[in-house]
């Protein structure tokens, strides 16, 4: 009788257990996603030239045009493994115009520049670990003669205590996302945590925009 109850207090202990890593493994997997992974920086980094900190993309100071492409709103939190916010992370994105040319002289493409586009940008994430851009989806442009990179924005987060982070984002169902180098060759759960949907923008936010998710997990 005692060994069955102890038995029993055993199983249940042992259910428990399960039961909590269960929960502890959801909760995580609804609320805090992998660490995102490292990516290459690729050649056309803008290096010391100035960031600016206005997080609109989408317009150059001055003049009366709009860059060229689909306006969208990459936003996003940087936090930790343990999903608390990281404040005050700086957040540069840089990447290539509705045509698929970054502005940068080791860029080889033909295709035009877009004198109404900024090209890079850099902010700080807020209290909350919160950041954004305004921005527009970058055109596809050729690795090689056989590769084409789909569009992605290129991200370098840096915090003091952390490891920095260089990594590119993708847009969700783009057709070239199956076929990229780079992005296949990350593994299974990290790949989804730098593939975002894009979903129409929300009320106040420019009408006929698309706005997108993107959470940066710091090592
Ligand atoms: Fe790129």
Request: glycine residues 6%; neutral net charge; aromatic residues 12%.
């Amino acid at each position: 009788m005692e060994q069955t109850s102890g038995r029993r207090a055993f199983l249940t202990r042992g259910l428990a257990a399960v039961a909590t890593a269960t929960w502890m493994k959801s909760a995580f997997a609804d609320s805090c996603p992998v660490l995102t992974p490292p990516q290459t920086q690729g050649p056309f980094y803008p290096g010391e030239r100035e960031f600016g900190q206005d997080i609109d993309l989408t317009q150059v100071p001055g003049s009366p045009r709009r860059a060229i492409g689909e306006v969208i709103y990459v936003k996003g939190r940087v936090v930790d493994h343990l999903c608390r916010p990281v404040v005050n992370a700086n957040v540069e994105i840089w990447q290539a115009c509705a045509s698929g040319r970054y502005n940068n002289p080791k860029d080889p493409n033909s295709a035009p520049l877009d004198p109404d586009f900024r090209y890079w940008a850099q902010t700080y994430s807020n209290r909350k670990g919160e950041y954004m851009f305004k921005t527009i989806i970058p055109g596809v442009y050729p690795a090689d003669d056989q590769w084409d990179r789909p569009p992605h924005i290129h991200f370098r987060v840096a915090k003091t205590g952390y490891r920095d982070l260089v990594t590119q984002m993708y847009f969700k169902d783009h057709p070239l996302n199956d076929l990229d180098l780079i992005l296949q060759n990350i593994p299974g759960e990290q790949r989804e945590a730098v593939v975002v949907n894009f979903a129409d923008s929300l009320p106040g936010f420019e009408p006929n925009t698309k706005t997108g998710f993107f959470e940066i997990v710091l090592r």
